[in-house]
């Protein structure tokens, strides 16, 4: 508690303000006094006062008018009415309007010792709730959001904007550019921050499990639903459900999606009961859905549904001012993480940084950082403790026929991914049959295979 | 009264004396509340030792009141040379209970060496058995004790 709370005392008699204020002062309150609500008015110009003790009957303005006055200007002061003339029509009024209580002229002692003691408790308890919800803030504040390029300020400021609002919002960018930080970073300055973020990976998961995963399931739905299962959408009541790779949902259960999404309800899978949730859909995606629309891969109207407010993260090579932030970021967080007393990046790594143009963006980054602390040595990260892609021959392409140039760029792109195939043709925007075809063309061998 | 007197003097470490107040009660009287105004008491005190150096505590056997409270013990002129005490409400009679003097004195030596503390500018106090504690009720007054806790003790040895 306040070891020094402030009352302000507001009465037209004089005898009442010179008595309780003596009174007050001898409890150790820092006390002032108001003849009129004008002066009072005045004085929360001057300070913030934790009680107020308001007169009803006043010339002038009255003790019920000034107290949305008070409100207006200042809403945290516990308001108690004091007043000679008691009846419960004002009493009513008065508790209505927001006052913490309300009591007749002359009062106990006792009481308004008590009275006065409690409103401060329960101050004392609000401003806690408050202090604790700041705290949980910032638990809850993604802090990996780095960047002071022009482009990511934007996106700061999208965010601003968006997460107030209950809008669904779509994020879009290419893989590894922190899609799902955003959707927590709009999650955490919303309203709903004190309710859970679910996040689904829509295109980690067969048709059938994606559909039980939002959901959930009854007993017995299908072979191996041994018990019911609460589905995403259900944990994300009062929160905010994050729908990643949304683009690669199934026909089905975009149609169930939809629906759920529109009215906010839905059944278990093999359930006939109606589950009424509340939530806000965030969604991310690295498809163009524009075209799986026209497509006819993905439903227009959940495109429409979803495609609300769009925030475009720029890919890292468009911002490469953002990389010595960055790096320097990665380089505290694992120096503190692996306990190693490398503080910094030599400058001629930090060119080697700059240059690269980062296919997998900011997680690229990242592993390549980590990756550096672990073989590197103090006090900073030199280029040869860098991934050997990153190294200026493997990045520089060569010159001459379009065919070498292409050679050059798939070899890059499958040693960056560790010749993940998948992972290469979707950085590569062809299929994963083409890229074998070009492989074979081009006889590209996987490092160590025979 | 004398006894009052000694352990007001013990605690404080002062020479005390008792005498006569000439107090007008009847200015401080208010027929509809049949109480008299504490504060117009401490105003009569206040002019009438202006010139004293020394601390004027009366005490009185009427029932007091300021008027925003249905009564109270006692006032003080905080950091000031005045105080008003009464024994009205801190007999068991007013309670309907067996008259008990020894208590009421005890009572009455807490209130006094209360009201004496607030003329040396002590505030209430939150230690439990501080005689500083603030009693808005009599049994509140029998759970403390006629002593200063620390803080208290410290405050008043700086203020002296």
Same mark, same amino acid.
């Given at each position: 508690?306040?070891?020094? *709370?402030?009352?302000?005392?507001?009465?037209?008699?004089?005898?009442?303000?010179?008595?309780?204020?003596?009174?007050?002062?001898?409890?150790?309150?820092?006390?002032?006094?108001?003849?009129?609500?004008?002066?009072?008015?005045?004085?929360?110009?001057?300070?913030?006062?934790?009680?107020?003790?308001?007169?009803?009957?006043?010339?002038?303005?009255?003790?019920?008018?000034?107290?949305?006055?008070?409100?207006?200007?200042?809403?945290?002061?516990?308001?108690?009415?004091?007043?000679?003339?008691?009846?419960?029509?004002?009493?009513?009024?008065?508790?209505?309007?927001?006052?913490?209580?309300?009591?007749?002229?002359?009062?106990? *002692?006792?009481?308004?010792?008590?009275?006065?003691?409690?409103?401060?408790?329960?101050?004392?308890?609000?401003?806690?709730?408050?202090?604790?919800?700041?705290?949980?803030?910032?638990?809850?504040?993604?802090?990996?959001?780095?960047?002071?390029?022009?482009?990511?300020?934007?996106?700061?400021?999208?965010?601003?904007?968006?997460?107030?609002?209950?809008?669904?919002?779509?994020?879009?960018?290419?893989?590894?550019?922190?899609?799902?930080?955003?959707?927590?970073?709009?999650?955490?300055?919303?309203?709903?921050?004190?309710?859970?973020?679910?996040?689904?990976?829509?295109?980690?998961?067969?048709?059938?499990?994606?559909?039980?995963?939002?959901?959930?399931?009854?007993?017995?739905?299908?072979?191996?639903?041994?018990?019911?299962?609460?589905?995403?959408?259900?944990?994300?009541?009062?929160?905010?459900?994050?729908?990643?790779?949304?683009?690669?949902?199934?026909?089905?259960?975009?149609?169930?999606?939809?629906?759920?999404?529109?009215?906010?309800?839905?059944?278990?899978?093999?359930?006939?009961?109606?589950?009424?949730?509340?939530?806000?859909?965030?969604?991310?995606?690295?498809?163009?859905?524009?075209?799986?629309?026209?497509?006819?891969?993905?439903?227009?109207?959940?495109?429409?549904?979803?495609?609300?407010?769009?925030?475009?993260?720029?890919?890292?090579?468009?911002?490469?001012?953002?990389?010595?932030?960055?790096?320097?970021?990665?380089?505290?967080?694992?120096?503190?993480?692996?306990?190693?007393?490398?503080?910094?990046?030599?400058?001629?790594?930090?060119?080697?940084?700059?240059?690269?143009?980062?296919?997998?963006?900011?997680?690229?980054?990242?592993?390549?950082?980590?990756?550096?602390?672990?073989?590197?040595?103090?006090?900073?990260?030199?280029?040869?403790?860098?991934?050997?892609?990153?190294?200026?021959?493997?990045?520089?392409l060569p010159t001459g026929s379009l065919a070498a140039v292409e050679k050059a760029h798939?070899?890059?792109?499958?040693?960056?991914?560790?010749?993940?195939?998948?992972?290469?043709?979707?950085?590569?925007?062809?299929?994963?049959?083409?890229?074998?075809?070009?492989?074979?063309?081009?006889?590209?061998?996987?490092?160590?295979?025979? | 009264?004398?006894?009052?007197?000694?352990?007001?003097?013990?605690?404080?470490?002062?020479?005390?004396?008792?005498?006569?107040?000439?107090?007008?009660?009847?200015?401080?009287?208010?027929?509809?509340?049949?109480?008299?105004?504490?504060?117009?008491?401490?105003?009569?005190?206040?002019?009438?030792?202006?010139?004293?150096?020394?601390?004027?505590?009366?005490?009185?056997?009427?029932?007091?009141?300021?008027?925003?409270?249905?009564?109270?013990?006692?006032?003080?002129?905080?950091?000031?040379?005045?105080?008003?005490?009464?024994?009205?409400?801190?007999?068991?009679?007013?309670?309907?209970?067996?008259?008990?003097?020894?208590?009421?004195?005890?009572?009455?030596?807490?209130?006094?060496?209360?009201?004496?503390?607030?003329?040396?500018?002590?505030?209430?106090?939150?230690?439990?058995?501080?005689?500083?504690?603030?009693?808005?009720?009599?049994?509140?007054?029998?759970?403390?004790?006629?002593?200063?806790?620390?803080?208290?003790?410290?405050?008043?040895?700086?203020?002296?």
């Amino acid at each position: 508690m306040n070891p020094n *709370p402030t009352i302000l005392i507001v009465d037209d008699e004089q005898v009442v303000r010179d008595s309780l204020s003596k009174w007050f002062r001898e409890d150790g309150y820092t006390v002032s006094v108001a003849a009129s609500a004008a002066e009072a008015l005045q004085q929360l110009q001057v300070q913030r006062w934790d009680i107020i003790l308001l007169d009803i009957k006043m010339p002038g303005m009255d003790g019920m008018e000034l107290q949305l006055r008070i409100k207006e200007i200042d809403p945290t002061p516990t308001i108690i009415f004091i007043t000679a003339h008691a009846t419960v029509d004002t009493a009513v009024k008065a508790l209505k309007e927001g006052a913490f209580d309300y009591v007749t002229k002359p009062v106990d *002692p006792d009481y308004l010792s008590h009275l006065v003691s409690n409103a401060l408790k329960q101050r004392s308890l609000a401003s806690e709730n408050v202090k604790l919800k700041e705290q949980i803030s910032e638990f809850c504040k993604a802090d990996e959001i780095i960047g002071e390029s022009p482009q990511m300020h934007k996106v700061y400021e999208m965010i601003q904007t968006v997460a107030k609002t209950d809008t669904t919002v779509m994020i879009r960018g290419e893989s590894g550019t922190g899609k799902e930080l955003i959707a927590r970073a709009i999650h955490s300055n919303s309203n709903r921050r004190y309710f859970p973020i679910v996040a689904v990976n829509c295109g980690g998961l067969p048709e059938g499990i994606l559909e039980s995963e939002l959901f959930g399931h009854e007993r017995g739905a299908f072979t191996g639903a041994q018990y019911k299962r609460k589905g995403k959408l259900e944990l994300a009541d009062g929160g905010t459900l994050f729908l990643d790779e949304v683009g690669n949902i199934d026909a089905k259960t975009q149609m169930d999606l939809l629906r759920a999404i529109e009215t906010k309800q839905f059944t278990r899978v093999g359930g006939n009961e109606i589950i009424k949730v509340d939530f806000r859909v965030i969604c991310a995606t690295n498809k163009d859905l524009e075209k799986a629309v026209s497509d006819g891969t993905f439903r227009e109207d959940l495109y429409y549904r979803l495609n609300v407010f769009t925030i475009f993260i720029p890919p890292l090579r468009e911002r490469k001012g953002d990389i010595p932030v960055l790096a320097n970021f990665f380089v505290r967080k694992y120096a503190r993480a692996m306990g190693k007393s490398i503080d910094s990046i030599s400058p001629e790594a930090m060119d080697t940084l700059v240059r690269y143009n980062w296919p997998g963006n900011v997680r690229e980054l990242e592993n390549a950082v980590e990756r550096a602390m672990v073989v590197g040595k103090s006090p900073a990260i030199r280029p040869e403790d860098l991934p050997y892609q990153l190294t200026e021959k493997n990045h520089v392409l060569p010159t001459g026929s379009l065919a070498a140039v292409e050679k050059a760029h798939i070899a890059s792109v499958l040693e960056q991914n560790r010749w993940n195939i998948s992972r290469s043709a979707e950085i590569l925007q062809i299929d994963r049959v083409t890229l074998y075809n070009k492989i074979e063309k081009y006889g590209l061998k996987k490092p160590g295979a025979a | 009264m004398l006894e009052v007197s000694q352990t007001v003097g013990r605690l404080f470490g002062l020479r005390t004396d008792v005498t006569a107040a000439h107090l007008g009660l009847e200015l401080a009287f208010d027929p509809s509340r049949q109480q008299y105004n504490s504060t117009a008491l401490l105003a009569q005190l206040v002019r009438s030792y202006s010139a004293s150096q020394e601390k004027n505590i009366a005490v009185v056997a009427v029932d007091l009141y300021v008027p925003v409270l249905t009564f109270v013990f006692g006032e003080a002129q905080l950091d000031g040379i005045a105080a008003v005490v009464s024994h009205h409400r801190l007999a068991n009679q007013f309670y309907g209970l067996p008259r008990d003097d020894r208590l009421m004195l005890d009572r009455l030596a807490k209130e006094v060496v209360h009201e004496l503390g607030h003329t040396f500018g002590l505030y209430h106090c939150r230690h439990f058995e501080c005689v500083m504690r603030s009693s808005t009720y009599v049994e509140e007054i029998d759970l403390k004790r006629n002593w200063l806790c620390e803080e208290c003790q410290a405050k008043l040895d700086w203020q002296r």
